[in-house]
């Protein structure tokens, strides 16, 4: 039998020039034309197609699925999704109706395997930008935020307290002993506060001498002394103009400073040396100290109405031997840093770990991360051990023994207290510094230092 005609030679070639696959049934579901591409794509031979029932070809397994088969079922449009020879088709299958009645079901033969490699790779690709993007945030993040390990509860309520804080124009005192971090933190406040993107200024005051400390605040005027310079000298108040003002070691700042800083303070003016005209800024300030301030004041050191203008809310950074949860985190973070720094691998045996958790670190972060990067460097093994530890902080074992031996021995607490006083004191002065700056860096004033050092027989350098 003649198959009928379906359309015009002309229309015929149209379809035969098709990059996509063409295939159509008629009202009975027998296929009754394929075109090239649908024999390219199915990877079959229309002679073996042609005039058969598609739901035949779908159960003897030459169509995995048939379009067809579901235009009949369903009365309407369908598509699915077939693969050949690796190839990935996107089928269609169209109805054409006379009446009621289906006449011919058109099916178009999509290759999509392309199209779905390229979303496959801009898939991948788009991932990979998130992650890199998350990897960037997070970097920019601590870079910005400044790494601040914080995982004691201690040290958690003062992240939450300091977040806070930071967005505000609240003058904020840190407190702390020295190594504690307080530099780090007055930095993050900076950098999480509104003015994150101007100036931050930061000055010691103890390590810049009475006389000059008042120009170096707040500067001077043309010839205001012998020396100056011609044209006068902005002060590190004006610097910080816009930002923050970072004033470490507050409790050194003279009394007669004390005065002037209060009027920074209260009222953001200040008088440059040699000027009558006072200049105004606007500074945000955050002092440190690791001095009892409230000790000071209370014997006339430190003016009381600046202490309560620096102290509206006291952020206490407390020493590594109270927030032990910190130190591991610091082993593992120091670690990272000094194997970068330095080039290499080293690990950390369970031993030594347990040591350097164990010790007292009475030097705090800073002593920490000086013992972590001395033992980087200079442990020759890839794993740095128990010994290398004990070898870089002598004086654990020696606390270690007396310790043990207090116990065994039963000692009164007194006796006990000034045993450990004793070898705190000659470890203090084995630091070779004056009595003064020895006194300073312990919280003692220099009589009872003296007073101490006679009662244990050690003398002091000077
Ligand atoms: N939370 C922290 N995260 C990362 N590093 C820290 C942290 N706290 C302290 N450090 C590191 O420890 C060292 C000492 O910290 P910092 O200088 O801030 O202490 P400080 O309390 O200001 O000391 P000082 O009173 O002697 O000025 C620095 O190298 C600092 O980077």
Known sequence: MKPPTLFSEDWKSFLEMSYDGIVIANHEGRIVYMNPAAERLEEVKKEEILGRMAKELEEEGIYRVSVTVKVFQSGKKETCMDIKGGRQLLLTGIPVFEGDAIKWVYVNERDITELMKMREDEKHM????????EELDRITASEKQGLV?????????????????APTETSILIEGESGVGKDVFARWIHDNSMRAELSYVKIDCGAISENLLESELFGYEEGAFTGARKQGKKGLVEEANGGTLFLDEIGELPLNLQTKMLRLVQEKVFLPVGSTTEKMVDIRIIAATNKNLKEMVLKGKFRQDLYYRLNVIPIKLPPLRERKEDVFEFVQYFLKVYNRKHGYRKRLSPEAVHILCDYEWPGNVRELSNIMERLVVVTPSPVIGEDDVLLAIPDYQAIKLQRADMIEKGMTHQSAMEAFEETYFRYIMEKGLTLKKTADLIGLSESTLKRKLKKYGLRPRD
């Open 126 to 133: 788009r991932e990979q930008v998130k992650h890199y993007k």
């Open 149 to 165: 390990i914080a995982k004691s509860p201690k040290m958690k309520q003062n992240m939450e307290l300091l977040k806070r804080l």
